[in-house]
């Protein structure tokens, strides 16, 4: 053989190499678990939903504005697109500030819950509703949140309002997946793409298969747009899917409403003991 590791791999460090690989997974795996045992993080309520949503106050102005040209222009094929955009880009962002109040609602609950369990949001640490969820967290005196970043070329990293000490980059999917469900107690899911969707149904998947053994709340947030993606009940009659799986969701559109739901169960649940 003429396989020369000198030669394969003088311009990368030994971690870089294809040989290291198994460490940087173990490495993915252990340095999350010290941290969160450092900072006492056992239990998580997960939040998933698009990262193209922007906060209200960036979006509508930018509306009006087009709405405002194309008002004088109203034959502008450019103004009329600028506008649809604008109309799709607040939509998202009414979500992002449902996101953010639900977040906050939730971490003020969880602090002030004396001897019971606390429970962190956690969120994938990118842009939209994932910072929305972070920066509600963050709006809470002493409210903390935690943030799993994965390393893409299009995102700058973990979002500014994650918990520093609990703010985290990951290689690999697989590693970065099993710490969203390992301390996950109940998921929040808006309105999101691809990584939304690969999240729910590996999510629902654990769940019905038994591999996730506890019971783990699901609210899919914003009910036209579940509706109209995944039709659940289409599944269930054709036998793909039983009915007894629909009930795994709570679809809602109401921040009352999935708060009431998400702190209804977990008092339920933890009148059982959690593995």
């Known amino acids: 053989m003429n396989f020369k590791p000198e030669k ?13 690989r198994t460490i940087r997974i173990l490495s993915e ?8 045992l450092q900072h006492g993080v056992r239990d998580t309520i997960v939040v998933f939903g698009s990262a193209r949503a922007r906060p209200l106050d960036q979006t509508l102005p930018a509306l009006e504005s087009a709405q ?14 600028t506008v649809q955009d604008g109309e799709r ?10 996101a953010r109040e639900l977040s906050r609602r939730l971490t003020e609950w969880s602090l002030y819950r004396e001897g019971l369990r606390r429970y962190t949001i956690c969120t994938g640490g ?15 005196e002493n409210g903390r949140s935690i943030g799993l970043g994965i390393s893409l070329p299009f995102e700058p990293g973990v979002n500014v309002y994650t918990t520093k000490e609990l703010a985290f980059e990951f290689h690999y999917f697989f590693t970065r997946k099993l710490w969203f469900v390992y301390l996950m107690r109940a998921c929040i899911l808006f309105p999101g793409g691809f990584g939304t969707f690969d999240e729910l149904f590996e999510l629902l998947t654990l769940l019905q298969t038994g591999k996730v053994k506890r019971r783990v709340p699901i609210v899919l947030f914003g009910t036209e747009y579940w509706s109209r993606v995944v039709n659940f009940e289409a599944m269930a009659e054709y036998g793909t899917v039983s009915l007894a799986d629909l009930s795994m969701v709570f679809r809602t559109d109401s921040v009352d409403d999935a708060f009431r739901y998400i702190i209804g169960e977990l008092d ?6 959690l593995p």
């Open 8 to 20: 394969a791999y003088k311009n990368l460090t030994f971690l870089n190499s294809p040989p290291a």
């Open 29 to 36: 795996y252990e340095e999350p678990r010290q941290r969160f």
């Open 68 to 81: 405002s040209a194309l008002a004088l222009n109203p034959e502008d094929a450019l103004l009329q697109k």
């Open 89 to 98: 880009a607040v939509r998202l962002s009414h979500f992002y500030e449902q």
């Open 126 to 140: 990118g842009p939209g509703m994932m910072e929305a969820a972070n920066r509600g967290a963050s709006e809470v």
């Open 268 to 273: 339920r649940i933890e009148a059982r003991p």
